[in-house]
């Protein structure tokens, strides 16, 4: 009981007591401890010396093979530097290669694709002189003030007729000399005559008239002309050759008739007269119109008032109204 303290009184338990450690023992295990370091560490250091001995025995035999490697490899940078461009130092510079002929160009492509390898060459520039353009849709060249200055190009127009003027076309045979009823080749003044006939083939083919024609189609025209005067409720726009005669008369000119228009029962209308009815020029056919007629004696009855207001036996009426009335 004289072990257990006095805190430890009461219901608490004796806790054991403690067993002294001893200190010779542990003394000597120490002891050997630190003789086997000691061991441990004369043994690494006796490796590393024989590791460095090794290595320096290494380096010695291949240093000079080393050595002549970066030799050649220094050799060959100054070789590449003296070939190569120098830039300028903090600068960019720009190479800019460009072949002598398109021909190069192809040959080298060519060689590269048959052997298999690929070149990196930068696209050639473009040739200043652009050749011969072809010619734009529109031309505006053209001096305004003549006419027109747009003009309209169309290139498949254009190379149609340069097709076809390229083929080779024999030319026309020379035309014989044209030759007169008895004969004879035509002089100058009946060649131009026939000239003039031939001339009415550009106005809608309308013939051109001989002179001893002309009087009688003069009257026919003349009729045609007078029409504004048969109807009063037709007007009509007055012609330039109108009051001139026969020089009035145009060059090419033609006379055309109405075609008969069949009727469903054959009747006669104004279109489809019978041939009793019909006459023979165009002031008979007027003039036996009973409208036309009848318009024109009224017409004449005006025209005669007049020229009996005016004509014989009417001084004496001008006289007696001159007279003073008071």
Same mark, same amino acid.
Request: contains cysteine; negative net charge; proline residues 8%.
């Given at each position: ?8 009184? %009461? ?24 003789? /086997? ?37 220094? +050799? ?64 505006? /060249?053209?001096?305004? #003030?003549?006419? /027109? ?17 390229? +083929? ?47 009087? +009688? ?7 045609? +002309? ?18 001139? %005669? ?19 029962? %054959? ?8 041939? /009793? ?29 007049? #020229?009996?207001?005016?004509? #014989? ?14």
């Amino acid at each position: 009981m004289s072990n257990i303290t006095l805190a430890d009184k %009461g219901k608490a338990k004796a806790l054991p007591e403690v067993e002294p450690v001893d200190e010779t023992h542990n003394s000597g295990v120490s002891a050997s401890d630190s003789d /086997s370091d000691s061991d441990s560490s004369s043994d690494s250091e006796s490796d590393s010396a024989d590791s460095d001995a090794s290595s320096e025995n290494e380096f010695d035999d291949t240093a000079p093979e080393y050595i002549e490697s970066l030799l050649e490899k220094a +050799r060959q940078n100054i070789a590449s530097q003296r070939t190569a461009p120098n830039p300028t130092s903090g600068e960019e510079e720009e190479v800019i290669k460009l072949d002598s002929h398109p021909s190069e160009r192809y040959a080298s492509a060519t060689h590269s694709s048959c052997t298999g390898t690929t070149t990196d060459h930068s696209a050639p520039l473009p040739p200043l002189d652009p050749g011969k353009l072809p010619e734009p849709y529109i031309d505006l /060249s053209k001096d305004p #003030r003549k006419g /027109s200055n747009v003009v309209v190009h169309d290139p498949d127009v254009e190379q149609a007729e340069k097709a076809t003027s390229s +083929r080779a076309v024999p030319a026309e045979p020379i035309r014989p000399p044209e030759l007169s009823k008895d004969g004879k080749p035509l002089s100058k003044k009946e060649q131009k005559e026939l000239r003039k006939k031939e001339k009415g083939l550009g106005y809608f083919d309308l013939p051109t008239h001989s002179d001893a024609d002309l009087p +009688r189609l003069y009257r026919e025209v003349e009729a045609l +002309r007078l029409r504004n005067q048969l109807d009063p409720k037709r007007f009509y726009r007055k012609e330039e050759g109108e009051g001139k %005669g026969i020089k009035g008369l145009p060059k090419q000119f033609a006379i055309g008739t109405i075609l008969p228009t069949n009727t469903p029962f %054959g009747t006669q209308t104004q279109d489809n007269l019978p041939k /009793s009815a019909r006459k023979r020029t165009i002031v008979d056919e007027l003039v036996d119109d009973a409208e036309a007629k009848s318009y024109a004696k009224k017409k004449f009855k005006e025209l005669q008032t007049v #020229r009996g207001a005016r004509g #014989r036996n009417t001084l004496h009426q001008k006289k007696a109204m001159r007279k003073a009335k008071w």
